[in-house]
C-alpha cells in the first residue's frame, strides 16, 4: 500500500496533513480487494484518518492513482448493470431523489447558502458563499439574457434558487420541476408570492412552451441512454430565439458508470457525461454558443459547504448517525480534492437550437478555468 501511494507524496502514519493515519491493519486487504467502495467505507467505519482529507484526495487524484486500483466486483457489476439496463428509467429516476435530497432539508439548510443553491458558485468577485451563489445565478440570468414577463423552465429546481432569484430580480416566470417531495415543500414555501409554478415531475412528461430553460445540476442524474431523450425535449419546449443552460459535473473520458462508493452511498444511477458523449446528443437539436468550466469555484464551494456542515454538525445531530458524519464529510473533500487536481471539471454551457443566428456577439473561449 505504501508503494502504490508513494508517487502522490502520501506517507502511511505519516506527520503531513495529507498523510493517513491506520487504525485498523484489516484497512489494506480491504482496500486492495474493494478499491473505491472499501476506501471509502473503512473511513465510515473509523479504520483510518486524515487531517486533510481534500488534500489527500487531490494529491491521489493528481498523481492519477485512481487509474491503478484494481477492478472490484462492485465496479463490474455496475458497468454490466449499465449496459443491460437503464438505471435512469422514469421508475428508476426517483431511487436518488429519496436517498439523496430528501435525506433532509435540516442538513441541505445548514450547508447551503442562504438561497439553498447546490450547485457550483461563482467566485470571481465573491468573498463568502452567499455571495458566489447569487454570482452564479445572476450570471445565468445574464447568459440567457431574461426580460420581465419570459417564461422559463428550470430542470431540477431543487428548493427553488434559481426560481427565487429570477422571479426576484429579473421578473421572469418560472415552472421549475423537481422529483424530491421534501425539496417540493420548501421551493414553494421558499418562493411564496412569487411568480413561480413548482411541480413533482419528470422532465419526460412535460409538455408546454418556455422563452428558456435552464437545468442546474440535474444533468448527473439522466444517465448516457437519455442525453438525446432530454435534449429533445429540451428542444420540443423552448421556443425557436430561446436559450438552454446547462450545469453539469462532467468526466474528462466517456464512461459508462460512476464511482462505486458515489454510487452506493451518494447519487445512485448517476452519470457524469464527457464531451464527446454531450455533442453527440445535441447536434441534432441545439449548437454551443459558449462552454466553461469552472473546477476551481467547485472546490471552494465545496470547502465551503464542509465548513458549514461541520460548523452546524452539533445542531443536526439527532437526525443522523456518526456513521453518517464521517460519510459527508468523506464525499464533501473527495469531491472538493477531485475539482482542485482537475480529475473533475464543471461546465457551464450555453445552447441555443439549432438553425437560430448566434446572439453572442463576443468571443469566448470553448473551456475557460
Partial sequence: MQEILLPAGIQINGSLPWDISIHNESFYPRVLRQGSVGLGESYMDGWWDCRELDQFFFKLFTAGLDRRTALSWRALSLFLK???????TKSRSTKVSR?????GNELFHVMLDRRMVYTCGRWKQATNLDEAQEA???FVCQKLDLKPGMK?????CGWGSFAKFAAEMYGVNVVGITLSPQQLEFARSFCAGLPVELHLADYRDLHDSFDCVVSLGMFEHVGYKNYRTFFDVARRLLHDTGKLFLATIGSNRSVRTTDPWIER???PNSHLPSISQIGAAIREY????????WAPDYDRTLMAWFHNFEANWEEIKGHYTERFHRMWRFYLLASAGSFRAHHLPVWQILLSPVGQASKVTSSVPLVEN
Fill in 136 to 138: 452564479k445565478l445572476d
Fill in 265 to 267: 452511498y451518494i447519487f
Fill in 286 to 293: 441545439f449548437v454551443v454558443e459558449e462552454w466553461q468550466n
Fill in 82 to 88: 449499465s449496459i443491460v439496463l437503464n438505471p435512469q
Fill in 152 to 156: 422559463v423552465l428550470d430542470i431540477g
Fill in 99 to 103: 436517498e439523496h435530497y430528501d435525506l
